[in-house]
């Protein structure tokens, strides 16, 4: 039973439309994490969350929002999406040393 | 800017060789190195992890070494298996990082 999952796995966007991706994870643990991952680049870290009701920003968080309703949800939203943005998008839930990914949301902005 | 750097981008070993991936960071506030091991169509997953106070670690066919001097990091995979054919990414985290900044990743194929 995956710990951490995603929602939707793959999703197709038009450019300027909003887009909303989920995750939810059954770890209890109050650090989630939300990355893209593009070639030549690695993971990059765009919001993170210290728990119920808190969002940071990471190194690359112009163009997403991110939501922390509960524990167990955290939401990477995208309120105006551009080409720029299609990625494969992960996240994560984790204590300081080990972080627990998602299968992944492959995103596509038309 | 990369925090951390990771080569080679990708590369391909022969069943039962030696695979060796390395890292290389600028920020000497980094303590903890983790490398992340992620298959096709899945999330990274921890593979094995390393403290700044310690210059090996080992779990099975698995080492990574750790340079402090030349903020350096490498990870050796022996014996090679198809099994084993995935991106290798390394991380960092300082003592009161917020979060893990991972390399570039490289992509490992171990051919038959």
């Known amino acids: 039973e995956a710990a951490v999952t995603q929602s939707p796995r793959n999703k197709v966007a038009v450019t300027g439309g909003k887009v909303t991706l989920s995750c939810n994870q059954t770890n209890n643990h109050n650090n989630m994490y939300w990355y893209r991952q593009d070639t030549g680049h690695g993971l990059r870290l765009i919001h993170y969350s210290y728990g119920a009701g808190s969002t940071e920003k990471g190194d690359i968080p112009d163009g997403y929002k991110a939501s922390r309703p509960s524990q167990e949800n955290f939401s990477l939203i995208l309120e105006l999406a551009t080409p720029s943005q299609t990625s494969v998008y992960f996240c994560?839930?984790?204590?300081?040393?080990?972080?627990?990914f998602g299968a992944g949301t492959r995103l596509s902005v038309l | 800017q990369q925090q951390v750097r990771q080569s080679p981008q990708s590369l391909t070993v022969w069943e039962g060789g030696t695979t060796v991936l390395t890292c290389s960071y600028e920020d000497s506030t980094f303590n903890y190195f983790p490398w992340y091991q992620q298959f096709p169509g899945e999330g990274p997953a921890l593979l094995i992890s390393i403290l700044s106070v310690s210059d090996k670690k080992e779990d099975g066919r698995f080492t990574t070494f750790f340079n402090k001097r030349e903020k350096k990091l490498s990870l050796h995979i022996i014996d090679s298996q198809p099994g084993d054919s995935a991106t290798y990414f390394c991380a960092a985290r300082d003592q009161g990082g917020r979060a893990l900044i991972f390399g570039t990743g490289t992509t490992v194929s171990v051919s038959p």
């Open positions: 994560a839930s984790g204590d300081e040393n080990t972080l627990y």
